[in-house]
């Protein structure tokens, strides 16, 4: 019996093309972990694991024999995490680069969509950086919508299959489920390491289109994918979600957006959207989120470095 075509690796449908995935783990569930490897695995020539803290036993949770693993020296941070993976696959010989993170679930077709359409972008001479899929939220299976950023908003563009274009350009994409040719990287620079967490992928991101290429959503490639670490559920004439984080990542998402205020590469557009909108998030984190104490005095701490262009790992 035939393969379908979405079980079918990628490198076996185009012979130019070998994509590498490179996931992070931070103390994965092992459980999920194994999901994340069971769905992508047969759709990558090439699976690289960057442990990046947290137990180091990871006996029994990564059954693909194209798998590798780079054990960091503590936790570093995504950067420099996303960077070792990148490095690996560029040894491997990969033509491209899957970055995931460890909870996160592709379909079975996603990589070979993602694929397709970079290849289609690039025949049209679109300049895609990296294309990204729809994601779905694992807790409420909500879609999340593309970004386009607007002086004090932004404009989300959702993916309706049958009335969208196959692709929406946007201004940002998720690190997690985004397919990056490594041509590209060695043209936009590697991620951000002194960003520590947070932001590394919007910087990226902005630094790629300062450079002229284009970032793309594909709506018929789907990854489930969960936002935030908790998400809060409020009716202002309709019903919206905030998705939160710890009180520490929020000290890294002020900070860094700050930081990324003075760089040429950042467009006052976002700029403008973004204070607005870290305002109007910490008016309701404090006025919903339950540590509202500690939410105060990391954002405080994030405002005071951020303007003294403090970067790296938070230290106590």
């Known amino acids: 019996m035939s393969k379908k075509k979405q079980d079918i690796p990628v490198a076996t449908l185009n012979k130019f093309i070998r994509v590498s995935s490179v996931i992070v783990t931070f103390s994965p569930d092992p459980v999920v972990l194994n999901r994340v490897l069971r769905s992508v695995g047969p ?30 020296d503590g936790n570093k941070g995504i950067g420099a995490a996303q960077n070792a993976g990148i490095e690996k696959a560029k040894r491997y ?23 397709n359409s970079i290849r289609i972008m690039e025949s049209q001479n679109k300049k895609p950086a990296a294309v990204g899929p729809r994601l779905i939220d694992s807790r409420d299976g909500l879609d999340q919508p593309f970004i386009i950023f607007k002086p004090f908003t932004s404009i989300k563009r959702s993916c309706e ?7 929406i350009r946007t201004d940002f994409l998720i690190a997690s489920g985004t397919l990056i040719p490594l041509y590209v990287i060695g043209l936009v620079g590697r991620m951000d390491e002194n960003l520590f967490i947070d932001n590394v992928d919007m910087e990226w991101c902005l630094r790629a289109r300062r450079k002229g290429y284009s ?45 990324l205020y003075w760089r040429r590469d950042t467009p006052c557009d976002w700029i403008f959207g973004d204070i607005f909108r870290l305002m109007l998030k910490t008016v309701f984190l404090l006025a919903f989120c339950e540590d509202k104490f500690g939410h105060l005095k990391m954002t405080f701490k994030g405002v005071i470095d951020g303007l003294r262009g403090k970067s790296g790992k938070y230290e106590l």
């Not at 299959?161 to 692709?167: D, E, H, M, T, V």
């Not at 793309?216 to 202002?236: K, P, Q, S, T």
Request: net charge neutral.
């Open 43 to 72: 759709q990558v020539d090439h699976i690289v694991i960057v442990h990046n803290g947290g137990p180091t036993n990871l006996s029994g949770v990564f059954p693909h024999s194209k798998t590798e693993t780079v054990i960091m």
């Open 93 to 115: 010989g990969a033509t491209h680069v899957l970055l995931l993170d460890q909870d996160s679930i592709p379909s079975g077709d996603m990589v070979f969509k993602l694929v």
């Open 215 to 259: 970032l793309f959503g594909v709506c018929n490639a789907r990854l489930e994918h969960a936002i935030g670490d908790r998400v809060i559920r409020l009716w202002f004439g309709e019903p919206f979600n905030i998705y939160t984080h710890t009180a520490l990542r929020q000290y890294y998402i002020i900070r860094n957006s700050i930081l």
């Open 161 to 167: 299959i049958g009335k969208n274009p196959a692709y």
